[in-house]
């Protein structure tokens, strides 16, 4: 019976390695700027580059950044990219930190990598993004789970 029991459990340890979930891309933020908007909150470009480490591609469904301050945490959904100019036009440091906008529905090969930048919004005033413990970009694949990579510190 202890024999038995052995093997049913090296059977399952092995299962459980071999079957853990594996990542389903890395990479980097490359470039952050932020700029004070008039209602004490900040608009934030976010530049990064992300690898696909699987064998499939991976469809980018939806992007948005969080942030860990003092004040706690907040998120916010990537704005359109038809939204950049905009932006740039009334904020023009914003745009020294950016570069093509990272789109949903990007494809990225197995292999391969995509830059781009999002722009978000945080309710919090341009010292205190400063004063950042973290920032994370979220990547939320159609059928894998989300991509986060983070920064920490200034």
């Known amino acids: 019976m202890a024999i038995a029991l052995g093997i049913v459990a090296v059977v399952l340890i092995a299962l459980s390695w071999f079957d853990r979930a594996k990542p389903v891309a890395s990479g980097s933020i490359n470039d952050v700027g932020a ?4 209602d004490n ?3 934030v470009a ?3 580059t992300m690898y696909n480490t699987t064998e499939k591609p991976i469809w980018i469904k ?6 860990q301050t003092d004040q706690g945490e907040f998120s916010d959904t990537a704005a359109s990219a038809s939204d950049f100019n905009r932006y740039f036009q009334g904020f023009p440091d914003l745009k020294i ?5 990272m789109l949903v529905e990007t494809k990225i090969p197995p292999g391969g ?3 781009g930048t999002i722009i978000v919004s945080f309710p919090i005033s341009k010292e205190a993004f400063d004063r950042r413990h973290s920032l994370s970009v979220v990547v939320t694949p159609y059928d894998q789970r989300n ?3 983070t920064k920490t510190g200034v």
């Open 113 to 115: 990598r995509q830059t």
């Open 97 to 101: 930190h950016a570069g093509e906008p």
């Open 46 to 48: 976010i530049q990064f």
């Open 41 to 43: 909150s900040v608009l």
């Open 147 to 149: 991509v986060v990579l």
């Open 35 to 38: 700029v004070q908007v008039a």
């Open 62 to 67: 939806d992007l948005g950044a969080r942030i």
